[in-house]
């Protein structure tokens, strides 16, 4: 039972000389319906010192104690947001969100966790570039946020280093890429070695899925077709070639006994190969993004090339607009597990790099600010998710597969007091002008929202009211993600273990062959 793992940490005594900062680590959410992944009840909400301290009607607090009226709203746990590239050194550039505008973004869009991906350079290691990540983010970060790293080379000390990052700094998932040839690329062969470390150190495997080779030659074509602009990039990245690698990541997932997280899933057909794998039991999550949830590929043949070209990601966005709403199903039948943005921003001058080729258009799109308000109109106001779901898609089942519940992703006693007050009646349009993030550009440009935070809670203290942004730079903390997480790998014993006696069921005991073999040494 997840509950019986879960520590409380205790409060820390406070002092004499902390005492006017006491009241202030006290904070009651009074009259708000509080929102879980299983159940809404009418509750008050007592955080002190970080932590949910008291859950129920009539509390008795401390004098002092600063108290939000959260009447007619919902209070649910802050998102997480499982999937984010702040200032990553990527295609010539970096990303323009770092890890201070990036989660000041988050939690003005109700997100309180962060997972950022440790991407090696060419010239480091693996710990080397962890060590970066940590440097980079400690300092800045305004919400707590965790680590993925990405195997993007295979050898014995990579695998080395993945032990370090499993047993001493707190990371339990590695990206593999099956796209981005000649960079980060990782062959058949590879991605089986990285799953079966993976697997024996209780971690989850994560994959991007495309068909990087394919992708590279379709590439070519059109070269040759004079296709240069943002539409080639669709164009060369077919739905198929996600489909494909989607299956061939999920057969060798299933081959090494690994858990497997598809990231960024972006096509119908990718999402099928999740769901039918699931609907077998196999251990797979798939997690659609805020942009396959909220826009479509129609944009790359937009007549404006900064607008065409600001949507380039990967895998592309596709160009059935039935594809959101697809997904949208899948997330409310469980077939699809979590969401997160893939935030990795580019302003103009940056994608600019690709204006005569569409492969040099650094790729990414943002997504951190505005993941809550686009699956709340998308999701709930299309009769898709109810609330509980919408918990369940935005942080609960992230935190449960990345092993940090109940601590994040629920309300409750012990639980970090990260949350949000949602107002469903809370409209706004969705603009580049007004949002957080430090990109020139939004994807979601002119979207009505309608379900917004009004507060936002980090370690229970107000980060985010009335619009107002009170963060304080570096005050987030690492999260330490564990191996072996229960969620994830209860079942997988049973059919590891189901899996080795029907092997060995199947020996066979033979006689030894003592006749004749042919010597090959001479000449036919
Ligand atoms: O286009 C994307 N997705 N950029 C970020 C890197 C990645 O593949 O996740
Ligand atoms: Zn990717
Ligand atoms: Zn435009
Ligand atoms: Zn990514």
Same mark, same amino acid.
């Given at each position: 039972n997840a509950r019986t793992l879960f520590t409380v940490i205790p409060s820390v005594p406070q002092g004499p000389t902390t005492k006017n900062n006491a009241s202030q680590q006290r904070l009651l959410i009074k009259g708000g319906r509080v929102v879980n992944d299983d159940a809404s009840t009418l509750a008050d909400v007592y955080i002190e010192d970080g932590i949910i301290k008291q859950l129920g009607l009539n509390l008795v607090v401390p004098n002092g104690t600063k108290t939000i009226d959260a009447t007619g709203k919902l209070v649910m746990p802050g998102g997480i947001d499982t999937h984010t590239h702040f200032e990553l050194p990527f295609m010539g550039t970096r990303s323009v969100d770092d890890f201070l505008t990036g989660t000041q973004a988050a939690v003005a869009g109700g997100t309180t966790t962060i997972l950022d991906f440790v991407i090696p350079s060419k010239e480091q290691s693996l710990l080397e570039a962890y060590v970066q990540w940590r440097e980079r983010a400690d300092a800045k970060v305004c919400c707590d946020y965790g680590l993925h790293a990405a @195997?993007?080379?295979? /050898?014995?000390?990579?695998?080395?280093?993945?032990? +370090?990052?499993?047993?001493?700094? !707190? @990371?339990?998932? #590695?990206?593999? #890429?099956?796209a981005y040839k000649g960079v980060f690329m990782l062959q058949d062969d590879e991605i089986f070695q990285v799953f079966a470390k993976c697997r024996e150190l209780g971690g989850i495997a994560m994959v991007h899925a495309e068909n990087g080779s394919v992708i590279t030659e379709l590439e070519k074509e059109m070269a040759q077709l004079g296709i240069t602009g943002p539409e080639g990039h669709l164009l060369s990245r077919p739905?198929?070639?996600e489909a494909e690698a989607t299956n061939r990541a999920i057969t060798i997932a299933e081959q090494t006994r690994c858990p497997l997280y598809v990231v960024h899933v972006m096509s119908k057909t990718a999402a099928d190969k +999740?769901?039918?794998?699931?609907?077998? *039991?196999?251990?797979? #999550?798939?997690? $659609? @993004?805020? &942009?396959?949830? !909220?826009?479509? *590929?129609?944009?790359? #043949? /937009?007549?404006?090339?900064?607008?065409? &070209? &600001?949507?380039?990601?990967? $895998? $592309?966005?596709?160009?059935?607009? &039935?594809t959101g709403p697809y997904l949208m199903d899948l997330l409310a039948n469980g077939s699809l597990s979590a969401t997160g943005t893939d935030h990795c921003t580019f302003n103009a001058n940056q994608k600019a790099l690709g204006k005569d080729d569409f492969r040099k258009i650094p790729n990414g799109v943002n997504g951190v600010e505005d993941r809550l308000a686009v699956i709340w109109t998308k999701g709930v106001e299309t009769g898709k998710l109810d609330a509980n779901q919408f918990v369940a898609v935005t942080s609960a089942n992230a935190a449960r597969i990345f092993n940090i519940y109940p601590r994040k992703g629920r309300i409750a006693v012990g639980s970090d007091g990260d949350c949000i007050i949602w107002d469903r009646e809370a409209k706004k349009t969705i603009s580049a002008s007004t949002h957080h993030q430090a990109c020139d550009f939004n994807i979601f440009e002119g979207m009505e929202c309608r379900g917004l935070p009004v507060v936002t809670v980090v370690a229970g203290k107000v980060v985010y009211e009335n619009g107002q942004l009170n963060t304080v730079q570096g005050s987030g903390k690492y999260l330490e993600t564990t191996c072996f997480a229960e969620y994830v790998y209860q079942k997988l014993y049973k059919r590891e273990e189901l899996r080795d006696q029907h092997y060995k069921e199947r020996k066979i005991e033979r006689e030894p062959y003592t006749g004749e073999v042919v010597d090959i040494t001479k000449p036919f």
């Open positions: @195997i993007t080379t295979w /050898n014995e000390q990579v695998a080395k280093d993945m032990e +370090v990052l499993t047993k001493e700094k !707190g @990371i339990n998932s #590695f990206k593999v #890429f099956m739905e198929q070639l +999740v769901t039918a794998a699931r609907l077998k *039991g196999q251990v797979v #999550f798939g997690e $659609p @993004i805020a &942009a396959s949830l !909220g826009t479509d *590929g129609s944009q790359y #043949f /937009n007549r404006c090339w900064r607008h065409a &070209a &600001a949507h380039v990601m990967s $895998p $592309p966005l596709r160009d059935d607009a &039935a």
